[in-house]
Each structure stands twice: as C-alpha cells, then as structure tokens.
C-alpha cells in the first residue's frame, strides 16, 4: 500500500517538534469513520533490547479472519522522548505498511491519538500520512483523568485532559479494565468506539491489537 513520504525522518527533538506542528492541523477528528468497512488492520511495535519488530496484521472486518500479514526487523529510530514516542516506531511501521499488497479501510493502533500531550499521537501521525481512518486504542492512560465506567460492556466515561475531552474509557467486555480510545484521522470519538467494541468481540483488546502484538513478539523473538 501507499505511504505518503511528508517529512523526513527527524534526527533532533526539535525537529520531531516541527513535524508534529505542522501535520497535527491535517489530522481530521470529526468524520464519522470510514464509509464501508472490509478490512481493517493493526499495527503494533515489541522490544528486546535494542531491536524492535514493527507488525501489521490486516483482518477481514467482519469474520475476524487474517487476510495478510507484515512485518519489519528493525531498531529504534529516534530516542526516548516524553511526547516524541512515535518516532521511534514509525519508520518501521511505514516499512511494513508498504508491504502490504492490501489497502485496508482502517488502521488500528496500539496507542493513542488526540490522547496525547501534544495532541497528535501515532494514530493521528499515521492517519495523515496514510489518508486512512485510523484510531488509537491504548491498552493505559497517557494523559488526563477519567471517572471509572460502569462495569457492563460498552461502558465509557469521559477522558479528558486540559479542559478538553481527548477520549474514552470504554469498557469492552463486562467487568474487566477499560482500554482508551481517542481519534486518529477521519473517524470521530462515537465510531472510534463503536468500531473498537465491534473488533473486540470477545476479550479486553481489539483482535487486531492481540494480533499484531503476537506477530510482533513473534517476529522479534524468531518463535
């Protein structure tokens, strides 16, 4: 599939700065998701050491089934930074995104959008650099404070940071801790949840998520 190259890869933090301000105004937080939705894919990032494994699975969005799969050996590419995290990941999830002979209708992440101090998480960076739908689903708050849902699946309380809401905590199955949802690109805060409890039919995290984390540790592990 297509990337869009926008910037270069930043090799300070004030450059990894720059970019952020100037891609964040392109991020759209107000569609309501994606039109139709035939595959859908995620992207997830495991570590050793200095390695890293980037994955990318893509699933029929309806039975759950994998259609393809992607993966790159990598190392980080950026160091760690409060706010700057997405670097170190993107280089190789473009690497395997571009491997992908699918386009699908929506990229799942394994992390945060709009949740996010600088309010451009990897979900809205790939969002924009993809032109795809994409969500951020974090498996723990990065920011802001939340009230804790009730405890029936589908659940959700405001998340909200600054004085402004910034995402959900949303209950996926009945009695066990929410995840935290927030936009990416071009699906809004009420799809970004509906989508997310539709792939998660059955346990906390979206399949796409447990997917991808399991390719990725596989991937980097050789097992």
């Given at each position: 599939?297509?990337?869009?190259?926008?910037?270069?890869?930043?090799?300070?933090?004030?450059?990894?700065?720059?970019?952020?301000?100037t891609l964040r105004p392109l991020a759209d937080l107000t569609s309501p998701g994606p039109?139709?939705?035939?595959?859908?894919?995620?992207?997830?990032?495991?570590?050793?050491?200095?390695?890293?494994?980037?994955?990318?699975?893509?699933?029929?969005?309806?039975?759950?089934?994998?259609?393809?799969?992607?993966?790159?050996?990598?190392?980080?590419?950026?160091?760690?930074?409060?706010?700057l995290f997405a670097f170190r990941e993107l280089p190789a999830l473009v690497g395997a995104?571009?491997?992908?002979?699918?386009?699908?209708?929506?990229?799942?992440?394994?992390?945060?959008?709009?949740?996010?101090?600088?309010?451009?998480?990897?979900?809205?960076?790939?969002?924009?650099?993809?032109?795809?739908?994409?969500?951020?689903?974090?498996?723990?708050?990065?920011?802001?404070?939340?009230?804790?849902?009730?405890?029936?699946?589908?659940?959700?309380?405001?998340?909200?940071?600054?004085?402004?809401?910034?995402?959900?905590?949303?209950?996926?199955?009945?009695?066990?801790?929410?995840?935290?949802?927030?936009?990416?690109?071009?699906?809004?805060?009420?799809?970004?949840?509906?989508?997310?409890?539709?792939?998660?039919?059955?346990?906390?995290?979206?399949?796409?998520?447990?997917?991808?984390?399991?390719?990725?540790?596989?991937?980097?592990?050789?097992?």
């Amino acid at each position: 599939m297509k990337v869009v190259d926008l910037h270069p890869w930043p090799a300070t933090a004030e450059e990894a700065t720059a970019i952020q301000d100037t891609l964040r105004p392109l991020a759209d937080l107000t569609s309501p998701g994606p039109p139709t939705l035939r595959t859908v894919a995620g992207l997830d990032v495991a570590y050793a050491d200095d390695r890293l494994a980037a994955a990318v699975v893509v699933l029929d969005a309806d039975s759950l089934d994998v259609v393809e799969e992607a993966t790159v050996l990598d190392r980080p590419a950026f160091p760690y930074i409060p706010g700057l995290f997405a670097f170190r990941e993107l280089p190789a999830l473009v690497g395997a995104l571009r491997e992908l002979t699918v386009t699908p209708d929506l990229l799942v992440c394994d992390g945060h959008g709009l949740a996010h101090p600088k309010r451009f998480g990897l979900a809205c960076h790939l969002g924009v650099l993809t032109g795809l739908p994409a969500i951020g689903v974090g498996k723990t708050r990065l920011v802001g404070s939340y009230d804790e849902p009730a405890t029936d699946r589908g659940a959700w309380s405001a998340l909200s940071d600054g004085g402004q809401v910034v995402g959900r905590a949303l209950r996926t199955q009945t009695g066990v801790r929410p995840v935290f949802v927030s936009v990416g690109h071009r699906a809004d805060l009420e799809a970004a949840c509906a989508l997310t409890l539709r792939l998660a039919p059955r346990y906390r995290l979206p399949e796409t998520t447990r997917l991808a984390d399991r390719l990725s540790r596989r991937t980097l592990t050789g097992c």
